[in-house]
């Protein structure tokens, strides 16, 4: 059904003025600064703004829009015309609705690719030769993902822990650019040390082209002279479909152990998820850390089927000879030192939105998120052992607690909130919250999309019910001889946290 509002943007250069200045408004750049023709994935959109640029579209539009429609129309100037033609249909119609009209293409679809199929690695990527030598102290490392959160932080680890010059892929217009997005990145989380700068050595690439978007006379160089490679970087977007992350997430894990294969053989550490048992068939089973995965029926989100595959993929790399680590971390929290994270991601974003509700859904989840610090370190360190090679670790925290310690945490800080029935809470998602400078409202669609023929929503699958119990058993041993310990989630932890989130402003008491 169309709103009275949207009587106002009927054509599609209404449509088209209107999104530009959106968009402009969420990047804060001018609207003269938007190419209409220019993919939105090329802005940097992550899963929050790609929610808030869809959840203003729905609002001023009156109509129900699938989180993939970004996927579906990937530029203003296709999607701008493709509401217009919607507006219309509803118009006629004045009953039907974009979620409703089961031949839109706004649809989301459900299926789930066969990633089984998919996990074929290139039969040109094996070791260049069967000898290997081992170091744990490499001179010269190659890195990707390190303007991401936990990139960062391996960054700085690996500039602690060794003497290496780290090579980072960096998708940047100059070396300039790219030097900069880095130390940004780790002034940011308050880990930056200016004698380091040396050390940090931004490549220009991108993870999504062949060979990392990188020379062939350059990727051989590098191939030639690394002593490792660290795989963490990946583009996380709960909203995209698999074929849309597919070329990022797992054709970039290619090249990767292409490079790892190359000229000298070099082990490869690659930053997996646990999310690879997200199947069904896994609920409440124990999953340890070399078990087999073999069943990815029922992974519904695009990014989580991408893990799969990109693992299998370093798995078949491994069986050829490739010296490979596998790291799974859950969701990361922030640095348990300082409190700094990430306030942008998903989990801070419904919490914030939760508190400004000012109730919470009272669901069976276990808080197992792991500090930051604690995965970089665990990564290293563990990068750094003979034995490791071969092996599959879990990041997860070692001892998990009920959700409801953190809310009674946040009660005791004084935040009036009160905990309701799921339902009711979904329900309020709908009927109560109405502005938009509160997260959930732009996290709607993806929070209440159905994903399964179950009507199961994001939420739902991660009941403690519906996910595996990852064993940690196997990490925390190999660990312990470099005492690298998960600090425990408790009074201490939630302080840092909540100092600085209170500090930087994301949250506010009273």
């Avoid at 990707?144 to 500039?159: C, D, P, S």
């Avoid at 822990?161 to 940004?184: F, G, S």
């Avoid at 999953?287 to 995965?293: H, L, S, T």
């Avoid at 408790?490 to 930087?504: E, G, P, R």
Wanted: with cysteine.
């Amino acid at each position: 059904m169309t709103s009275d509002i949207s009587q106002t943007l009927n054509t599609a250069e209404e449509i088209q003025d209107w999104m530009t200045s959106k968009l402009a408004e969420i990047l804060k750049v001018s609207p003269e600064e938007i190419d209409i023709q220019q993919s939105l994935e090329d802005y940097g959109l992550d899963s929050a703004n790609a929610m808030v640029l869809v959840t203003q579209t729905e609002k001023k539009l009156g109509l129900q829009l699938s989180p993939t429609l970004l996927w579906h129309y990937p530029n203003i100037e296709s999607l701008s015309q493709r509401l217009a033609e919607e507006i219309e249909v509803s118009d006629k119609d004045n009953s039907q609705t974009v979620e409703n009209n089961h031949t839109s293409p706004f649809a989301n679809s459900k299926s789930v690719p066969n990633l089984a199929a998919e996990a074929v690695l290139d039969e040109s990527i094996y070791p260049a030769s069967k000898s290997f030598h081992f170091t744990a102290n490499p001179e010269n490392v190659f890195l990707t993902g390190g303007t991401g959160f936990l990139g960062a932080f391996l960054i700085y680890q690996l500039l602690q822990e060794t003497d290496a010059d780290i090579y980072c892929l960096v998708r940047a217009a100059d070396l300039e650019e790219a030097r900069n997005k880095l130390k940004n990145k780790l002034k940011q989380y308050a880990i930056w040390h200016e004698e380091y700068s040396p050390r940090i050595i931004p490549v220009l690439g991108d993870l999504s082209q062949p060979l990392l978007g990188i020379s062939k006379e350059a990727f051989e160089m590098l191939a030639a002279n690394m002593d490792a490679v660290y795989h963490s970087g990946a583009q996380l977007n709960y909203v995209y479909p698999y074929s849309a992350l597919k070329a990022a997430n797992v054709l970039g894990t290619q090249e990767v152990l292409r490079l790892g294969c190359l000229i000298k053989v070099k082990p490869v550490h690659y930053v997996s998820s646990v999310a690879i048992f997200e199947s069904p068939t896994y609920a409440g089973q124990v999953v340890k850390e070399n078990d087999e995965f073999e069943h990815w029926e029922g992974i519904f989100l695009g990014y989580s089927q991408t893990k799969w595959v990109a693992e299998k993929l370093v798995k078949i790399a491994g069986e050829r000879g490739l010296p490979v680590t596998i790291h799974r971390p859950p969701l990361i929290s922030g640095d348990s030192r300082t409190g700094v994270c990430n306030p942008d991601d998903f989990i801070n974003l419904a919490l914030k939105g939760c508190i400004q509700m000012g109730v919470f859904p009272d669901v069976d989840y276990m808080l197992d998120a792991s500090p930051v610090d604690y995965v970089s370190k665990a990564i290293v360190h563990l990068s750094r052992q003979k034995e490791s090679l071969g092996q599959a670790f879990h990041l997860q925290h070692p001892e998990p607690v009920p959700f409801t310690t953190l809310v009674d945490w946040l009660k005791s800080l004084g935040f009036p909130i009160a905990v309701i029935p799921y339902e009711r809470w979904q329900t309020m998602l709908v009927e109560n919250l109405s502005s938009p400078d509160n997260p959930l409202y732009t996290l709607r669609p993806f929070l209440l999309e159905r994903w399964t023929e179950e009507g199961l929503t994001i939420p739902d699958l991660y009941l403690q019910a519906n996910r595996p119990i990852v064993s940690t058993e196997a990490t925390v041993d190999a660990l312990a001889p470099g005492n690298v310990v998960c600090p425990p989630i408790d009074s201490q932890l939630f302080m840092a946290y909540s100092t600085y989130l209170i500090q930087n402003g994301f949250l506010e008491v009273g």
